[in-house]
Protein backbone atom coordinates (compact mmCIF):
# COMPACT_ATOMS: atom_id res chain seq x y z
CA UNK A 1 0.00 0.00 0.00
CA UNK A 2 0.94 3.48 -0.81
CA UNK A 3 -0.37 6.67 1.20
CA UNK A 4 1.39 9.96 -0.71
CA UNK A 5 0.36 13.40 1.05
CA UNK A 6 1.29 17.03 0.54
CA UNK A 7 0.80 20.19 2.75
CA UNK A 8 -2.10 22.70 2.30
CA UNK A 9 -1.90 25.52 4.55
CA UNK A 10 -1.48 24.10 7.64
CA UNK A 11 -2.54 20.16 7.41
CA UNK A 12 -1.44 17.61 5.14
CA UNK A 13 -3.88 15.92 2.80
CA UNK A 14 -3.62 13.41 0.19
CA UNK A 15 -1.33 14.00 -2.90
CA UNK A 16 -3.05 14.39 -6.00
CA UNK A 17 -0.06 14.77 -9.21
CA UNK A 18 -2.72 16.50 -11.40
CA UNK A 19 -4.01 19.22 -8.63
CA UNK A 20 -0.75 19.64 -6.44
CA UNK A 21 1.96 19.57 -9.15
CA UNK A 22 5.64 19.20 -7.97
CA UNK A 23 6.49 16.72 -5.37
CA UNK A 24 4.71 15.12 -2.67
CA UNK A 25 5.82 16.10 1.20
CA UNK A 26 5.63 12.38 2.27
CA UNK A 27 5.43 8.71 0.75
CA UNK A 28 4.04 6.28 3.03
CA UNK A 29 5.15 2.75 2.02
CA UNK A 30 3.34 -0.09 3.98
CA UNK A 31 3.69 -3.76 3.47
CA UNK A 32 4.48 -1.91 -0.19
CA UNK A 33 4.06 -4.22 -3.36
CA UNK A 34 6.48 -3.83 -6.43
CA UNK A 35 4.84 -1.46 -8.02
CA UNK A 36 4.42 0.88 -5.38
CA UNK A 37 7.82 0.51 -4.76
CA UNK A 38 9.22 1.00 -8.56
CA UNK A 39 6.31 4.18 -8.37
CA UNK A 40 8.33 5.94 -5.41
CA UNK A 41 11.97 4.87 -6.99
CA UNK A 42 11.20 6.63 -10.43
CA UNK A 43 9.18 9.77 -8.57
CA UNK A 44 12.37 10.39 -6.31
CA UNK A 45 15.14 7.92 -8.11
CA UNK A 46 16.40 6.24 -4.88
CA UNK A 47 16.47 2.72 -4.20
CA UNK A 48 13.65 1.61 -1.81
CA UNK A 49 15.55 -1.23 0.54
CA UNK A 50 13.53 -4.64 0.77
CA UNK A 51 12.83 -5.72 3.98
CA UNK A 52 15.33 -8.57 4.29
CA UNK A 53 17.57 -5.51 4.04
CA UNK A 54 15.83 -3.02 6.85
CA UNK A 55 16.10 -6.22 8.77
CA UNK A 56 19.99 -6.25 8.97
CA UNK A 57 21.33 -5.21 12.30
CA UNK A 58 24.72 -3.84 11.05
CA UNK A 59 24.92 0.34 11.70
CA UNK A 60 26.33 0.62 8.02
CA UNK A 61 23.23 -1.22 6.71
CA UNK A 62 20.82 1.26 8.83
CA UNK A 63 22.29 4.51 8.58
CA UNK A 64 24.19 5.39 5.33
CA UNK A 65 23.33 8.18 2.41
CA UNK A 66 23.00 7.47 -0.79
CA UNK A 67 22.20 9.20 -3.90
CA UNK A 68 21.61 12.06 -2.16
CA UNK A 69 18.95 10.95 0.07
CA UNK A 70 19.89 9.61 3.79
CA UNK A 71 18.29 6.02 4.79
CA UNK A 72 17.51 5.55 8.57
CA UNK A 73 16.07 2.73 9.86
CA UNK A 74 15.05 2.06 13.17
CA UNK A 75 13.69 -1.01 15.45
CA UNK A 76 9.75 0.12 15.93
CA UNK A 77 7.00 -1.83 17.92
CA UNK A 78 3.68 -2.91 17.55
CA UNK A 79 0.68 -4.04 18.83
CA UNK A 80 1.94 -3.24 22.42
CA UNK A 81 -1.85 -2.95 23.97
CA UNK A 82 -2.19 -6.78 22.69
CA UNK A 83 -0.16 -9.85 24.44
CA UNK A 84 1.91 -10.38 21.44
CA UNK A 85 3.60 -6.96 20.74
CA UNK A 86 5.82 -7.59 17.68
CA UNK A 87 9.03 -5.67 16.48
CA UNK A 88 9.49 -4.36 12.79
CA UNK A 89 11.60 -2.25 11.62
CA UNK A 90 10.82 1.14 9.90
CA UNK A 91 13.11 3.14 7.20
CA UNK A 92 12.89 6.81 6.50
CA UNK A 93 14.49 7.68 3.74
CA UNK A 94 15.03 11.59 3.16
CA UNK A 95 15.39 13.41 0.03
CA UNK A 96 15.29 17.35 -0.17
CA UNK A 97 12.02 18.03 1.70
CA UNK A 98 10.42 14.83 0.99
CA UNK A 99 10.06 11.59 3.49
CA UNK A 100 9.76 8.39 2.59
CA UNK A 101 8.65 5.83 5.18
CA UNK A 102 8.94 1.69 4.67
CA UNK A 103 7.36 -0.17 7.30
CA UNK A 104 5.43 -3.87 7.28
CA UNK A 105 3.16 -2.89 10.60
CA UNK A 106 0.52 -0.23 11.81
CA UNK A 107 2.43 1.58 14.97
CA UNK A 108 -0.48 3.48 16.42
CA UNK A 109 2.33 6.67 16.27
CA UNK A 110 1.92 6.28 12.84
CA UNK A 111 -2.41 6.50 13.07
CA UNK A 112 -1.90 9.28 15.66
CA UNK A 113 0.11 11.18 13.67
CA UNK A 114 -1.27 11.04 10.43
CA UNK A 115 -4.76 11.85 12.06
CA UNK A 116 -3.59 14.74 14.51
CA UNK A 117 -1.57 16.09 11.19
CA UNK A 118 -4.92 16.02 8.87
CA UNK A 119 -6.32 18.12 10.87
CA UNK A 120 -6.35 22.11 10.87
CA UNK A 121 -4.81 22.88 14.03
CA UNK A 122 -1.90 24.95 13.19
CA UNK A 123 0.53 22.07 13.46
CA UNK A 124 3.50 22.52 10.95
CA UNK A 125 4.49 20.57 8.52
CA UNK A 126 6.87 22.05 6.24
CA UNK A 127 9.06 19.30 5.08
CA UNK A 128 10.19 15.96 5.29
CA UNK A 129 12.17 16.21 8.06
CA UNK A 130 9.85 18.08 10.80
CA UNK A 131 7.43 14.97 9.47
CA UNK A 132 10.37 12.02 9.87
CA UNK A 133 10.81 13.78 13.78
CA UNK A 134 7.26 13.99 14.62
CA UNK A 135 6.93 10.46 13.77
CA UNK A 136 10.01 9.78 15.90
CA UNK A 137 8.29 11.86 18.98
CA UNK A 138 5.14 10.23 18.74
CA UNK A 139 6.85 6.52 18.74
CA UNK A 140 9.10 8.11 22.12
CA UNK A 141 5.41 8.76 23.65
CA UNK A 142 4.11 5.87 22.98
CA UNK A 143 6.88 4.56 24.45
CA UNK A 144 6.63 6.17 27.48
CA UNK A 145 3.21 5.27 28.31
CA UNK A 146 3.94 1.43 27.66
CA UNK A 147 6.70 1.82 30.00
CA UNK A 148 4.13 3.38 32.52
CA UNK A 149 2.08 0.88 32.43
CA UNK A 150 4.62 -1.92 33.02
CA UNK A 151 5.63 -0.30 35.58
CA UNK A 152 2.28 -0.13 37.33
CA UNK A 153 1.67 -3.80 36.21
CA UNK A 154 5.30 -4.66 38.01
CA UNK A 155 4.08 -2.91 41.28
CA UNK A 156 0.83 -5.31 41.14
CA UNK A 157 3.10 -8.29 40.44
CA UNK A 158 5.16 -7.49 43.49
CA UNK A 159 2.50 -7.12 45.91
CA UNK A 160 1.23 -10.30 44.70
CA UNK A 161 4.43 -12.50 45.25
CA UNK A 162 4.78 -11.49 48.57
CA UNK A 163 1.22 -11.65 49.81
CA UNK A 164 1.10 -15.23 48.07
CA UNK A 165 4.07 -16.12 49.66
CA UNK A 166 3.10 -15.59 53.24
CA UNK A 167 -0.84 -16.63 52.39
CA UNK A 168 -1.87 -19.44 54.85
CA UNK A 169 -3.07 -21.26 51.59
CA UNK A 170 -2.65 -25.35 50.46
CA UNK A 171 0.87 -25.71 49.09
CA UNK A 172 -0.23 -26.85 45.69
CA UNK A 173 -2.37 -23.29 45.48
CA UNK A 174 0.56 -21.28 46.41
CA UNK A 175 2.74 -22.87 43.88
CA UNK A 176 0.40 -22.59 41.17
CA UNK A 177 -0.14 -19.10 41.61
CA UNK A 178 3.48 -18.08 41.69
CA UNK A 179 4.30 -20.38 38.71
CA UNK A 180 1.73 -17.85 37.10
CA UNK A 181 3.43 -14.98 38.36
CA UNK A 182 6.71 -16.10 36.79
CA UNK A 183 4.71 -16.34 33.44
CA UNK A 184 3.61 -12.70 33.98
CA UNK A 185 7.03 -11.71 34.52
CA UNK A 186 8.88 -13.35 31.55
CA UNK A 187 6.06 -11.67 29.45
CA UNK A 188 7.23 -8.10 31.00
CA UNK A 189 10.74 -9.19 30.80
CA UNK A 190 10.51 -9.90 27.08
CA UNK A 191 8.71 -6.80 26.18
CA UNK A 192 11.13 -4.72 28.08
CA UNK A 193 13.97 -6.45 25.98
CA UNK A 194 12.08 -5.05 22.85
CA UNK A 195 11.27 -1.58 24.00
CA UNK A 196 15.23 -1.19 25.02
CA UNK A 197 16.32 -2.59 21.28
CA UNK A 198 13.94 -0.16 20.23
CA UNK A 199 14.79 3.20 21.68
CA UNK A 200 18.65 2.14 21.57
CA UNK A 201 18.09 2.47 17.59
CA UNK A 202 15.98 5.78 17.71
CA UNK A 203 19.10 7.24 20.18
CA UNK A 204 21.46 5.95 17.11
CA UNK A 205 19.32 7.22 14.49
CA UNK A 206 18.59 10.55 16.31
CA UNK A 207 22.32 11.04 16.88
CA UNK A 208 23.40 10.26 13.13
CA UNK A 209 20.94 12.16 11.73
CA UNK A 210 21.89 15.15 14.28
CA UNK A 211 26.26 15.04 13.47
CA UNK A 212 25.15 15.69 9.94
CA UNK A 213 26.35 18.92 9.13
CA UNK A 214 24.35 19.50 6.23
CA UNK A 215 21.10 18.82 8.43
CA UNK A 216 21.61 21.49 10.69
CA UNK A 217 18.01 22.51 10.13
CA UNK A 218 16.35 25.56 12.09
CA UNK A 219 16.10 25.82 15.25
CA UNK A 220 13.25 24.61 16.25
CA UNK A 221 14.17 21.33 14.42
CA UNK A 222 17.56 20.84 16.72
CA UNK A 223 15.64 21.53 19.42
CA UNK A 224 13.72 18.66 18.47
CA UNK A 225 16.20 16.60 17.76
CA UNK A 226 17.48 17.25 21.19
CA UNK A 227 14.59 16.42 23.42
CA UNK A 228 14.23 13.31 21.06
CA UNK A 229 17.78 11.95 22.11
CA UNK A 230 16.54 12.93 25.94
CA UNK A 231 13.58 11.33 25.79
CA UNK A 232 15.36 7.92 24.65
CA UNK A 233 18.20 8.09 26.90
CA UNK A 234 15.61 8.95 30.03
CA UNK A 235 13.62 6.14 28.88
CA UNK A 236 15.88 3.57 28.35
CA UNK A 237 17.21 4.27 32.12
CA UNK A 238 13.62 3.91 33.12
CA UNK A 239 13.78 0.71 31.14
CA UNK A 240 16.85 -1.20 32.68
CA UNK A 241 15.57 0.09 36.00
CA UNK A 242 12.42 -1.74 35.43
CA UNK A 243 14.51 -4.65 34.02
CA UNK A 244 16.33 -4.68 37.09
CA UNK A 245 13.20 -4.65 39.26
CA UNK A 246 11.92 -7.62 37.57
CA UNK A 247 14.94 -10.15 37.48
CA UNK A 248 14.32 -9.03 42.11
CA UNK A 249 11.10 -10.45 41.56
CA UNK A 250 11.46 -13.56 39.31
CA UNK A 251 14.09 -14.34 41.97
CA UNK A 252 12.05 -13.81 44.82
CA UNK A 253 9.06 -15.87 43.03
CA UNK A 254 11.80 -18.48 42.71
CA UNK A 255 13.28 -18.25 45.95
CA UNK A 256 9.45 -18.27 47.26
CA UNK A 257 8.82 -21.63 45.33
CA UNK A 258 12.27 -23.20 46.94
CA UNK A 259 10.80 -22.73 50.40
CA UNK A 260 7.81 -23.76 49.87
CA UNK A 261 9.07 -27.37 48.56
CA UNK A 262 11.85 -27.02 51.29
CA UNK A 263 8.96 -27.05 53.93
CA UNK A 264 6.81 -29.71 52.18
CA UNK A 265 10.42 -32.03 51.79
CA UNK A 266 11.30 -30.72 55.76
CA UNK A 267 8.05 -32.55 56.68
CA UNK A 268 8.59 -35.78 54.79
CA UNK A 269 12.30 -35.57 56.54
CA UNK A 270 10.49 -35.38 60.25
CA UNK A 271 8.39 -38.01 59.53
CA UNK A 272 10.45 -40.49 58.62
CA UNK A 273 13.04 -39.64 61.77
CA UNK A 274 10.18 -40.18 63.97
CA UNK A 275 8.70 -43.30 62.47
CA UNK A 276 12.41 -44.65 62.36
CA UNK A 277 12.30 -45.66 66.11
CA UNK A 278 9.06 -47.20 66.11
CA UNK A 279 9.67 -48.97 63.03
CA UNK A 280 13.06 -50.27 64.44
CA UNK A 281 10.80 -51.63 67.83
CA UNK A 282 8.40 -53.34 65.51
CA UNK A 283 11.56 -55.03 63.79
CA UNK A 284 12.80 -56.46 66.83
CA UNK A 285 9.79 -57.81 67.99
CA UNK A 286 9.07 -59.02 64.68
CA UNK A 287 11.86 -61.18 64.51
CA UNK A 288 10.20 -64.10 65.98
CA UNK A 289 13.36 -65.55 67.80
CA UNK A 290 12.73 -68.96 70.00
CA UNK A 291 13.86 -67.34 73.16
CA UNK A 292 12.24 -63.88 73.61
CA UNK A 293 10.97 -63.17 77.03
CA UNK A 294 8.29 -60.98 75.49
CA UNK A 295 6.64 -63.31 73.70
CA UNK A 296 5.24 -65.26 76.63
CA UNK A 297 4.32 -62.34 78.37
CA UNK A 298 1.08 -61.33 79.63
CA UNK A 299 1.86 -57.71 78.77
CA UNK A 300 4.24 -58.11 75.97
CA UNK A 301 2.04 -56.39 73.20
CA UNK A 302 1.12 -53.03 75.14
CA UNK A 303 4.46 -53.03 76.29
CA UNK A 304 5.81 -53.10 72.46
CA UNK A 305 3.02 -50.44 71.56
CA UNK A 306 3.49 -48.29 74.19
CA UNK A 307 7.58 -48.50 73.31
CA UNK A 308 6.74 -47.54 69.97
CA UNK A 309 4.68 -44.58 70.69
CA UNK A 310 7.43 -43.64 73.06
CA UNK A 311 10.21 -43.60 70.50
CA UNK A 312 8.19 -41.79 68.17
CA UNK A 313 7.40 -38.83 70.98
CA UNK A 314 10.76 -38.47 72.21
CA UNK A 315 12.57 -37.17 68.72
CA UNK A 316 8.61 -35.14 68.07
CA UNK A 317 9.07 -33.13 71.29
CA UNK A 318 12.87 -32.74 70.85
CA UNK A 319 12.21 -31.03 67.55
CA UNK A 320 9.66 -29.05 68.59
CA UNK A 321 11.79 -27.53 70.98
CA UNK A 322 14.49 -27.07 68.95
CA UNK A 323 11.88 -25.04 66.86
CA UNK A 324 12.51 -27.26 63.93
CA UNK A 325 8.46 -28.25 63.55
Known sequence: MLRIYTRTEDKLVPFDAEKSGGLPIWLDLISPEAGDVA??????????????EMEEIELSARL????????????????????????????????????VTVRYAEPKPFLAYTNRAQKPNGSVHRSGEEIMLGLIEAMI?????????????TDGLSRSVFKTAQAKTKASTKTHDLESVISLIGNKAELLT??????????????????????????????LVR?????????????RALSARLGFLLDATLGAINLEQNQII????????????PTLVASIYGMN????????????????????VLSAALPFVYFKRKGWL
Open 39 to 52: RVEQLLGVAVPSRA
Open 227 to 239: LIQRDANSLGEHA
Open 194 to 223: MIQESLVSISRLVAYYAALEENAGDKESKH
Open 289 to 308: FQFMPELGWRFGYPFALGLM
Open 141 to 153: DRTADALERIGNE
Open 266 to 277: KIFSVAAVVFLP
Open 64 to 99: YAENGALFMTLTGLAYLDTETPIKTPITFILKGKTL
